[in-house]
């Protein structure tokens, strides 16, 4: 399989902001005998961002981020009884990321050019699962994976006091590692637990337990001019999130499966979650450390579904009501976020509503539907400002304690599908469709600036206008 996207947006007429996804993988699969059979999958992807930045002044530039991965998994299937199918491997991928680079473009530039040095990191793991059917009505999943991370040099570790808090003014040592040498490893089981109960045969009853480890972080914020998202992977300063969810749900079938009814509720409690300090760097940061937090997180919330799969019109409606929040707190009160308590993390969105419609007109002429409706992501606002030994500082909101406007879209789309012989080699069919047909101003994220002392307020959207699209589509 491969996959390559490459997108392109500008919001003002001297920037451009480019984003490139790559991905290939390859599987082989193979049966032994009877009893077992396997695959082996090995697959590499790439993410990256570039900011070219033109305009009259001595201050053109490129930026970039890249981050990368690649991964190789042996997994076998074991089918013991009727009653036992087990499953067990080995996996290992290793992470490359560039934190980032600018470079001047043009002569006599006033940027200085500046590369923030490569992190690599190597995560593997062990893995096996059995699924038991106890009997008819009951079905138990467990699962076990013991998780192993190192962070590989070479590298620069600066080491801190203990007793202050991480900045420029507290480095006491700097330790150098060569190529591939260790400079921290992180590990530990992760457990998985399910069961299935059917109360009747269109009644079932679920509940789940897992844990787990994430090695790399996604650092993001709402009040930036263009959607960026920069990932920092763990190192000797960064420890992993650690995870534990618990969910029971709920599961209702009707008229032989034409119609699917669900409600499931869930609660994740995190440690370790990575946020940043208030006015931190984050871009073309060597020492991000000194710029970032980690704290604990908690979510919790409930999903409702309800499904009809059968008949010319189809479709699905789901909503959802979860909350998302962080702690950061911190024996030094320069660490603390809103005085060491919790509030609502960037994720953040108490209503969630997806409705899908779809209906045939004949076997080849379709129209699909498609709503979203979400709750506005939070955003930390200024509020004030004054100054002191002639700067000027601007006071800010407790963190996230504002909220961008709520979000809703309307896509529309109509199928002309080919002709359904049964001996052709490929089927194949048109799609015209309509993205944001209601032309909704839908804002990304929220920013400032300072026009003459005066603080104001701008929103940047992406796509705020319908976006028509034509595909044709085969299928083998």
Known sequence: MAYLSKDAFSISSDSLYNYNNRLISLKWNHEFNEKNNGEFVIANSRYKFNIDYENSDNDNFNQSFQIGETELKFKMNYVLNNSHKINYGISGKLYNAYPGEIKPIGDN?????????????????????????????????????????????????????????????????????????????YGGPEIRLSGRYLL????????????????????????????????????????????????????????????????EGFYKKQQNILDFKTGSKLLLNEYIETEVLQGEGKAYGVEFLFKKNKGDFTGWLGYTFSRSFFKLDSNFPQERVNGGDYFPSNFDKPHDI??????????????????????????????????????????????????????????????????????????????????????????????????????QALQSSIFSIPVPSLTYNIRF
């Open 109 to 185: 530039n006033l940027i200085t050019p500046l590369t923030i040095p490569k992190e690599k990191a190597l995560e593997s793991g062990v893995f096996i699962s059995d699924k038991y059917e106890l009997n008819k009505k009951l079905l138990l999943d467990f699962g076990l994976r013991f998780s192993f991370y190192a962070a590989l040099g070479p590298g620069n570790k600066r080491v801190y006091s203990d007793y202050l808090p991480k900045s420029e003014a507290t480095v006491i040592d700097t330790l150098t590692y060569g190529q591939n040498e260790v400079i921290k490893t």
């Open 354 to 455: 997806s409705l899908v419609l779809n209906y045939k007109f004949t076997q080849r002429i379709s129209l699909s539907s498609n709503f979203i409706y979400q709750t506005g992501r939070p955003v930390t606002f200024p509020v004030g400002n004054y100054q002191f030994n002639g700067a000027e500082y601007v006071v800010y909101s407790d963190r996230n304690q504002f909220r961008i406007p709520d979000y809703y879209r309307l896509d529309l789309g109509i199928n002309f599908e080919g002709n359904h012989k049964k001996n052709k080699i490929a089927h194949s069919f048109w799609s015209l469709s309509v993205y944001n047909i209601l032309g909704r101003n839908n804002p990304y994220s929220v920013f400032f600036v300072n026009d003459d002392g005066d603080i």
């Open 200 to 263: 009747a045969e269109d009644l079932s009853l679920k509940a789940s337990y897992n844990n787990a480890f994430q090695y790399i972080h996604t650092l993001s914020s709402n009040t930036t001019v263009s959607p960026i998202d920069t990932w920092k992977i763990s190192d000797g300063y960064i420890k992993p999130q650690k995870a534990q969810q618990f969910s029971l749900g709920l599961y209702k079938n009707f008229n032989i499966n034409a119609f699917e009814l669900s409600i």
